[in-house]
């Protein structure tokens, strides 16, 4: 089937998986937190298209894909922002002229933030030194217990 002369529908307008664009506008929309209704009227499509849409395997990885980097995108902005949030929470434990249970919950928020850093460490180090273990097993040679 060959398009039209001109500008093609919105139908046409495919990506390289085959969606149509408002379907991927909708998608995108839903990622970012948006409902089904509000996702449809955004891609400018009947939800029950968007339903039916989403229900096809490809559809659904790329909706996950898409979630995946809106989060990816989060946790980059929070990891960014974690030292001017470092020195607000110790300024707001150290300041005295703060109430006391705000200075107490603030201090408790950094020793717990240190000690899961501290076994998350510990941890990371352990699967480091089990990987090379299981490496000398796989090659043959002794293992230090």
């Known amino acids: 089937m060959t ?10 307008v495919l990506d390289s998986e085959g969606i149509p664009a408002p ?12 409902s089904w209704k509000q996702s449809a009227e955004i891609g400018k499509i009947h939800i029950n298209a968007l339903r039916q849409r ?3 395997a490809v559809v659904r990885e790329i909706l996950n894909e898409m979630v995946r980097d809106k989060l990816a995108g989060a946790t980059a902005k929070l990891v960014d922002a974690t030292p001017r949030l ?8 150290m300041d005295s002229r703060n109430k006391p249970y705000s200075r107490v919950n603030a201090m408790a928020l950094v020793f717990q933030t240190v000690a899961t850093h501290l076994i998350d460490q510990s941890q990371q180090e352990q699967l480091v030194e089990l990987k090379q273990q299981l490496d000398r097993l796989e090659a043959g040679s002794p293992i230090d217990v």
Request: hydrophobic share 50%.
């Open 86 to 93: 470092s020195g607000a929470l110790i300024a707001l434990a």
């Open 23 to 34: 379907v991927l506008l909708a998608l995108e929309a839903r990622a970012a937190g948006n």
């Open 54 to 56: 989403s229900k096809h």
């Open 3 to 12: 398009a039209p002369i001109g500008r093609p529908t919105r139908e046409l």
